[in-house]
């Protein structure tokens, strides 16, 4: 009894939380609308959006306030490339086989955690060996069960047998559990199948591995996986359902297929050449570069002793993707922000502001890149990736001025998620 009357004060509580207004001071606010820093501004959130924005004044007396006069204010910042409800990469290529789906679960709730104190409002869950663990840890993001970032999921990897997206490295005569095999696809046919089938499940987008990866030990990270027409297969059952595909793909050839076969985004694209970039360009495709991690792998993987296979390909890609990412900067293609967060721990996904920089971004765009131009990708620029009137108040304050020091946003002092001070 007694947990059925706090149920109902949570509730109550929830219910005056949404319909309040709040004002919230910013001393600076970052517009990547517009890729100005403006001075001092008033927020004022109503139901969990804003409303509207003054410059900084008298506020109604009696009025909440949130004094964030002493920072500066961001939208929430979006990672377009997290595996929130998984393990996390070792030096045991069997790790997702030592933890039960129970124990993922519970990882997943703290990296959810992480991830939004990060001040990383939204992300893209690119996928989890446990069919659909992403997909319920968003519902229970969306409950508010769990506290975490509004989170797109793709209920499984969409991937050729033995590929970038099944636990390989095994003994050949080990079973792998169904619930890691969800998304294994041998024909168009197939992938028809299954693709309908992770939407039926809660599927928000889909993920093809489309080449080898760096962590599944005997795949080639260059080599073509799934086939175009398996792709096209994707595309064709997504778009029927008002969604989306992204295409994991390190090789050119994988690249470039996966482009042609209509994905709206390539993850990793570490080894694009000038036609794929070109190819990108001309299609409006996003491509989705996590350029800091190569570092992380190399430095903890020798620690660690993974597997060479992991290191080769790690050294393989790492260099090579962030001149592809210069040119890609240069050439004035769409660059989302993603990370592949779970390779590295959850929670230091700002790390690679530094990198986009150091890599032909100016700040300003790297900020954009995880705002307005990945809630694009994601399909939610209305509601997030701005602060401008109607987006969801999802915001965060730093010390300093990210626009001339990006690395501030490494150490994000306080964050709002629709409207609540979460942080
Ligand atoms: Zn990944």
């Given at each position: 009894?007694?947990s059925v ?8 509580m ?5 319909a ?36 900084d ?34 030096n ?21 955690r ?5 001040g ?23 409950r ?38 969800a998304?294994?696809?041998n ?65 050119a ?39 800091y ?10 620690r ?21 990412f ?14 592949d ?28 890149a ?24 999802d ?18 002092v ?10």
């Amino acid at each position: 009894m007694r947990s059925v009357i706090a149920a109902a004060m949570v509730l109550a509580m929830a219910g005056t939380a949404q319909a309040e207004t709040v004002f919230v001071r910013a001393g600076h606010l970052v517009d990547p609308e517009r890729g100005t820093v403006e001075g001092a501004r008033v927020l004022r959130v109503e139901d969990g959006r804003v409303a509207a924005i003054m410059p900084d004044g008298a506020l109604p007396a009696g009025a909440k306030v949130i004094d964030w006069s002493r920072y500066t204010v961001l939208p929430g910042l979006i990672d377009m490339h997290v595996h929130l409800a998984d393990t996390g990469e070792t030096n045991n290529p069997a790790e997702p086989l030592l933890h039960s789906a129970m124990e993922v679960a519970y990882m997943g709730a703290a990296n959810a955690r992480t991830t939004l104190f990060a001040g990383f409002t939204s992300v893209h869950d690119v996928g989890c060996y446990r069919a659909f663990g992403d997909v319920e840890l968003r519902n229970a993001i969306n409950r508010g069960d769990v506290i975490g970032p509004r989170m797109a999921a793709v209920g499984a990897y969409i991937t050729a047998p033995g590929g970038g997206g099944e636990v390989t490295g095994l003994a050949a005569d080990v079973h792998v559990p169904d619930d890691m095999r969800a998304g294994v696809v041998n024909s168009p046919d197939e992938v028809t199948q299954k693709v309908n089938y992770l939407f039926q499940h809660g599927a928000d987008s889909i993920k093809l591995i489309a080449t080898g990866a760096v962590f599944a030990i005997g795949t080639v990270a260059g080599q073509q996986e799934l086939t175009e027409d398996e792709m096209r297969a994707a595309v064709a059952v997504a778009q029927a359902r008002g969604s989306w595909v992204t295409a994991h793909a390190h090789g050119a050839a994988g690249i470039k297929a996966a482009i042609r076969a209509g994905v709206r985004g390539i993850e990793h694209a570490s080894l694009i050449d000038d036609e794929g970039i070109a190819l990108a360009k001309a299609r409006g495709v996003f491509l989705d570069m996590d350029v800091y991690n190569g570092d992380w792998t190399d430095e903890v993987g020798r620690r660690d002793h993974y597997p060479e296979d992991y290191m080769r390909k790690n050294t393989e890609t790492t260099l090579a993707q962030r001149q592809a990412f210069q040119k890609a900067v240069r050439a004035g293609v769409k660059l989302s922000f993603g990370t592949d967060a779970g390779v590295y721990p959850h929670g230091l996904n700002a790390r690679q502001f530094k990198y986009m920089v150091q890599w032909g971004m100016t700040p300003m765009q790297a900020i954009q890149a995880a705002t307005t131009t990945s809630a694009a990708m994601l399909g939610w620029s209305r509601d997030v990736g701005a602060l401008s009137p109607g987006h969801y108040a999802d915001m965060i304050a730093v010390d300093g001025d990210p626009t001339q020091d990006v690395t501030v946003l490494e150490h994000v002092v306080h964050v709002i998620k629709g409207g609540e001070l979460v942080k």
